[in-house]
Every structure is written in structure tokens, then in C-alpha cells.
């Protein structure tokens, strides 16, 4: 769980520093992979926290 939290920051900081580089240098290049990492982030968080859910269900209880 610790190393999930640690990939959320490190890819949090990550497009925040594209957006900041965007801005002093007005290259659309970091806006456009800021984007697609903050799509591509999502879709596995998304992913996890539908297997986390999913373990939760499928727990038969005795």
C-alpha cells in the first residue's frame, strides 16, 4: 500500500512540474504529457480501487 501512495505522489508532482514547466515555457509538449499521465494515473487508480472493492465482495463470510 505504502509504494501505491508513493507512485500517487511521485506522479502528482510529476504533472504539476509539466504544468509548471507549460507555463515558463509555453511548450505544449508537457502540457500534453501532463494529460495523458494524469489519464493514464487515473485509469489505474480506478483499476485498483475496483480490485479492492471487488476483494471485499467476493469475501464469502463463514
Given at each position: ?46 483499476l485498483v ?14
Open positions: 500500500m505504502w509504494l501505491l501512495r508513493l507512485l500517487a505522489v511521485l506522479t502528482g508532482l510529476t504533472v504539476a512540474g509539466s504544468v509548471v514547466a507549460f507555463l515558463f515555457t509555453r511548450d505544449a509538449r508537457y502540457l500534453q504529457f501532463a494529460w495523458r499521465l494524469f489519464r493514464y494515473s487515473l485509469i489505474v487508480a480506478l480501487f475496483a480490485l479492492m472493492i471487488l476483494e471485499r465482495v467476493a469475501v464469502i463470510p463463514v
